[in-house]
Structures are given as C-alpha cells and as structure tokens.
C-alpha cells in the first residue's frame, strides 16, 4: 500500500509514477477521501477528548458533593451532548476510513527510479543474454506435439477430468515434472541458502489482502463463498509471505529466505483466445518461489542475488534465455522493479516468460504490517518483500520438451535432472 504521508506530501510525483504505469486510479478522489478521513479523525479525536475532560470534572464535583449543583447539571448535559456527537462522528470517521481504503487498496506500488518508463511490454529492455539457441536439421515442434507424442502429456484427458486449460502429465513426465520440483528446491536451500516451507494453499481473504491480489485481481482467481470464504492460491509468493503477517521481527535475524513448492491456481480471465495450446497459460500450474524479507538499505543487493538464483536454475538446466527489465507499465501492482528471464521456444520460434522476480519495497509489508526492529527496544520499521519464480515448473517442463527434442521424436534430459530421474536421460515413446 502506498505511503499515506508521500501521497500528501508528494503529489506530482505520485500523480507521474501512476501516469507512467498507466494506473486508472482517480488520484482526486483518493485525495479527497484521505482528506475527509483526517478530518473525521481530528473531529472525533477532539470530541473525545472533551468528553474525557468533562468527565473527569464531574468526577471531582461528584466527590465534592455538587453532582446536583447547577454547575454539575450543566457538565452532565454537555456530556450528553458530547456524547451524541461522538457517536455520529465515530460513524462518519468509519465511513470516510472505508472510503479511503477501498481506493488506497487499488493504488499500484510506485515504480523505482531504475524501472524503464514505458507504455507496454514493447518498452521491457533487454538486460543480457545467456546461452544460444540450438540450431535444428529438423522441423522443431511445440511441446504439446512432442508430449502427446511420448505419451507422456495428454490434454484430453485433462480436459475431460477438469474443463479446458488444464493438463495430465503421465509415466516419466509426471516424473519429470516432480524431478523439477526437487532440483530447485535442493538448488535453492543448499546452494542459495533458502529455508524451504509448504504452506496451505486455501487463503483468507486477509492473506490475499497482505499482498495486494485483492481486490484488484479478484477476478483472476478461485474463490469457495460461505461459509468456507476462502480463495484458491493465486501464487506461491502470497501465502509465504503472509508467514509473518502482522509479526515485528528481530532485525538481526534479516534477511530471512524461504522457498517453497505450491501448487496455485488461474482463472486466466483476461487470456480468452491466448495460448490455448500447451502449459503456457493454464489454470492450475505447479511453482517453486523464492521470498525474501530483508532491510529497506538492501533491498535492491537482494533483488540483484535474487534473479541471479533464478537465472542459476536456468543454466544448470542448459536453457537459453535472455533476461528482460520490465518498464512502469509491465510490472505488477505490488512491484517496483521486475526482472522476468525469458526462455527460448524453438517449437513456438519465439521467447516466453518463465519466471518472474520483484522487489516490492514496502508496499506489501505496509499491508500485511510485517516490520522489524534494528535493535531492542528500537522503532518498529516496515520490512521490504522479494519474490521470484524459482521456476514455473510447467513452463520449466515444457522448454525442456522444445529445446531438447530429438529428431526421433525423443527428449533428452538435462544432466542436472538425471539424479532426480534414476539416472534416466532420455525420454522416448
């Protein structure tokens, strides 16, 4: 959530970064609702008070004896009167807050100064490269033909089980896809230092709150109504996050470093017609992530460590990817700054996502209120969050199927997986 006391004190500069992510937020009316609520408050606070003077002098002339004098008649019906404003001031205070927080919640992070400024995704930059496609003496095909044709993917199957947009994976690729799993987590927490977790995958409504998802995205995600009220992880990021929620930690323990494995869940509402084919855009999908929460100082060190972690399950997969800088409008709501490394698809000739890694700065902590204390008895300060895919697994699955296909329709498996697959090192029909 956006600082209050910048959106006051820097108006233009707010009104420009949220020009630039093409934000359709009504920054008068996000004004004018902050205004009425401070307002209301210094109302009711200044109601309160008073009341609480009254009070105390009737309380001594009650002591003294002179709770039926004229003077104490008097206070008693300026209480009373006191009394009833507060109330009504209480209510209007109420209202105007919730006014203010059904606007400020769809306000987007404000982009850092070294995010590209941009109006779409055709203004991301290219920060580097890795790796060079391989050149085939072969038509390549897309993973679905490659999958179906091992007999290891089967769309069908899936669609009759769930609906479209769903996958089966099947013999050595439901065990490819669980190799993956293992690979990056044990990449993850012994080479990079990340605690591993599991965490529920059914969220509160609070949850998804803490982390910016709602209400904004509302739409994109899975929800079970009452009594049940909850949602559907709509990714691994929020439920790890949330770990320590509305919690002050021990700066001296920071950054702290989990990655977990969750399973989450799409609807997918605004890619109606897009990669209906494949494991690009499904509604349920299997992701390993990285989080981290560390001091406001470091946060951009640790943004810089993070997508290199990334990238290292990338190489050691022998993937060739280029690594792109997203621009003001790409990144997502609660981010400042976004790396995605794009891995290539011989099969679909072109580059994809496959893994996304943000800083948030303060933006999900002032939500979910997770802050820190540099030393005992210190101020309570916010934390900044990361997260990073560590990797999508189903799109991880899928450039290996293109980039590794053979021309007997066969699949090699990456060196770094065949520990995890019983030394298995390629996948044939």
């Known amino acids: 959530m956006i600082d209050p006391k910048v959106l006051r004190d820097e108006p233009d ?24 609520r401070r307002t209301n408050q210094v109302r009711a606070d200044d ?26 008649r008097s206070l008693m019906a300026e209480m009373r009167k006191l009394d009833a404003d507060l109330v009504e001031a209480a209510k209007a205070q109420s209202v105007a807050e919730a006014a203010w927080q059904d606007l400020v919640l769809l306000v987007p992070n404000l982009p850092h100064e070294t995010t590209p400024v941009g109006k779409s995704d055709d203004d991301n930059v290219e920060v580097r490269k890795w790796g060079t496609p391989r050149e085939f003496d072969f038509a390549a095909k897309p993973h679905w033909e490659i999958g179906e044709k091992l007999g290891i993917l089967d769309f069908e199957r899936a669609t009759k089980i769930a609906g479209s947009r769903f996958s089966l ?9 669980r190799a993956l799993i293992q690979f990056m987590l044990d990449l993850h927490t012994t080479k990079h230092g990340y605690t591993e977790v599991a965490t529920p995958i059914l969220l509160r409504t609070e949850t998804l709150l803490g982390c910016g998802q709602l209400p904004s995205l509302a739409d994109e995600m899975y929800h079970l109504p009452a009594p049940d009220d909850l949602w559907l992880n ?20 920071l950054p702290i470093k989990y990655a977990g494995y969750l399973p989450s ?38 943004h810089e460590d993070m997508i290199r972690h990334s990238e290292a399950v990338l190489q050691a997969l022998e993937l ?59 101020k309570a300060e916010l934390v900044h969050t990361l997260n990073g895919s560590g990797l999508a697994v189903g799109r991880t699955f899928a450039a290996i199927l293109e980039n590794f296909q053979q021309a007997d329709g066969s699949v090699t498996i990456p060196a770094a997986l065949r520990p995890y697959m019983g030394g298995l090192s390629s996948i044939k029909k």
Not at 169 to 177: K, Q, T
Not at 272 to 291: C, N, P, S, Y
Not at 331 to 339: F, I
Request: charged share 30%; aromatic share 8%; net charge positive.
């Open 13 to 36: 500069r707010v009104r420009r970064m949220l020009a630039q992510r093409n934000s359709k937020v009504d920054f008068d009316a996000l004004r004018a609702a902050d205004d009425a």
């Open 47 to 72: 109601l309160r008070a008073r009341r609480n003077t009254g009070a105390e002098r009737y309380g001594k002339l009650k002591k003294a004896g002179g709770a039926d004098s004229p003077e104490g």
């Open 169 to 177: 994976f099947l013999g050595s690729g439901a065990r490819l896809a």
């Open 234 to 253: 709509p990714t691994a990021e929020v439920p790890i996050i949330n770990i320590h929620r509305e919690e002050i930690l021990d700066g001296s323990l």
């Open 265 to 302: 869940f799409r609807r997918e509402a605004g890619a109606a017609g897009k990669d209906t084919r494949g494991l690009i855009r499904v509604h349920q999908f299997d992701k390993v992530e990285m989080i981290q929460f560390v001091r406001p100082e470091d946060s951009l060190a640790a």
């Open 320 to 378: 060739p990817y280029r690594l792109m800088l997203l621009c003001t409008a790409s990144v997502s709501q609660a981010s400042a700054k976004t790396y995605d490394p794009e891995v290539w698809f011989p099969g679909q000739n072109q580059f994809r996502e496959i893994a996304s890694v943000s800083t948030c700065t303060d933006y999900q902590a002032r939500r979910a209120q997770i802050r820190f204390r540099r030393e005992k008895g210190g």
